[in-house]
């Protein structure tokens, strides 16, 4: 039995090797030892806390999909740590998480029990949404109902709606929280209407205190889905029930879903979470290496700082690289290691700033294609953000107004010269918009 799991975990590594590419299978999968796969149970062997951190967080999911995908499996995964830390405290963090991990299972709410008040560091770019954040968890249904969280990938928004509810469950009692992204939404309301089972989705989700939706704006485009969400959405509101939604966007920029729903995402509080500053950056790397025990020298730090312009998950990500390489091979993190480590992430010449690559970094930001910016369409959701790809390239290129119009659709110097008064104009009359400009060119700038 054991070696034909090995068998399979064989073809396992190979399917994931072209999954994540090379250099990610090298740091994070090779080092795995397969220890048990029984029945709906499989036991890997990992080196240490960081491998389990990091593959919990972003890698169980394709494990399962290709061990399914392999061995018709899609159980569950059990870590074993290899290394023996001796670390009372750490050990006594481990504890403390395990215990948060069981109560949450227990009252069946899948919360990640890691993202707390906490472990979230406040600064200028984020310390409006925490606080309402915060006020919330503390008087649910009470004040700023719903509230709407907003901002790009990687900022936190998914730390602060999971906050929210490991701060109730703690300490408020009897409230009955559910965390939902989306796309389980979605694929409860397909199954209830294809299984008949309406009434038990309604049950589930009309009846409980607090509801943490997470990425709100893959509700695109699905009218039956969004149906079922505004009469669930009036359900609680009505009952004064806490709603909590994240977004990568505002409201009024979802697409494809009608205004009554983004009429009621925005009648409580809307709060926007912008990219970290530079002194936000340095605080994050040093409490997340003083919490892992990583002995983060300062200059590393500030390079790294440096380098990572706007994605805290990023971010982490460096540092949990450069701490799992540092423990593995026994050597200490130094900018010389870090910068072998990371030199698929991180490069130190300074990339140039060109049409593509302010084409790239806005489409980003309002959740649309590169190739959208240049087509000849003149449709709202694209013609705002193609006047912003502009207005950014006569303010950090060198190109003429004609040669910027050539590379946004084909247009004229007078087109581009109009495009850049207009997001002028509504950056000095909507402080969000101007924001989310500004957080643009941050991305793109050197």
């Known amino acids: ?95 403390q998480l395990e215990n948060r991990t069981k109560k949450l299972a ?65 300490h408020i009692s009897g409230l009955n929280v559910l965390y939902v992204p989306i796309e389980q939404f979605t694929n409860e309301v397909v199954a209830a209407i294809r299984h008949q089972k309406m009434a038990e989705l309604k049950e589930k989700y009309r009846n409980i205190d607090v509801l943490l939706v997470d990425d709100i704006q893959f509700i695109s485009g699905k009218a039956t889905v969004q149906e079922e969400l505004f009469h669930t959405f009036n359900s609680l509101y009505d009952k004064q029930k806490q709603i909590v939604m994240a977004s990568d966007r505002p409201p009024k920029e979802i ?26 950056k340095i605080a994050i790397l040093n409490k997340k290496a003083e919490k892992e025990k990583i002995k983060l020298p300062e200059d590393v730090c500030h390079w790294l700082a440096k380098k990572i312009k706007s994605n805290i998950r990023e971010l982490e990500g460096c540092l949990i690289k450069l701490a799992a390489h540092s423990s593995l091979t026994g050597a200490p993190i130094t900018m010389e290691m870090a910068k072998t480590v990371l030199k698929d992430v991180i490069s130190d010449e300074e990339r140039p700033i060109t049409p593509d ?50 590379h946004f659709g084909g247009k004229d110097h ?20 101007k924001s989310l400009v500004k957080s643009i060119i941050e991305r793109i700038k050197p």
């Open 1 to 95: 039995m054991l070696k034909k799991s090995q068998e399979i975990w064989e073809k396992v590594l190979e399917r994931l090797e072209e999954k994540v590419g090379r250099g990610s299978f090298e740091l994070w999968f090779k080092p795995i030892k397969l220890i048990e796969l029984k029945e709906e149970i499989l036991t890997i062997e990992v080196p240490n806390r960081f491998f389990k951190e990091w593959i919990e967080e972003n890698y169980v999911n394709s494990l399962i999909e290709v061990f399914n995908e392999i061995a018709n499996f899609n159980g569950q995964i059990k870590f074993k740590i290899a290394e023996k830390d001796k670390d009372r405290e750490l050990k006594k963090e481990v504890l």
């Open 106 to 170: 227990s009252k069946g709410i899948f919360l990640n029990p890691r993202y707390t008040f906490e472990s979230f560091v406040v600064g200028p770019s984020n310390q409006f949404a925490h606080a309402a954040a915060k006020t919330v968890s503390e008087y649910p249904g009470s004040v700023y109902n719903p509230l709407f969280i907003y901002g790009g990938v990687g900022l936190g928004k998914t730390h602060l709606i999971n906050a929210i509810g490991n701060y109730i469950v703690d």
């Open 255 to 280: 697409q494809d879903i009608p205004d009554r729903l983004k009429t009621r995402f925005g009648m409580g509080l809307i709060a926007d979470i912008q990219p970290p500053e530079y002194e936000t």
């Open 357 to 406: 690559l302010i084409q790239k970094t806005v489409a980003e930001a309002f959740g649309l294609k590169a190739q959208d910016l240049k087509v000849k369409r003149r449709t709202k959701e694209i013609a705002i953000p193609r006047q912003v790809g502009m207005y950014i390239a006569r303010e950090l290129t060198q190109l003429s107004l004609s040669d910027i119009g050539k």
């Open 414 to 433: 007078s087109t581009v010269i109009y495009a850049c008064k207009q997001v002028e104009d509504k950056m000095s009359k909507d402080e969000q918009f």
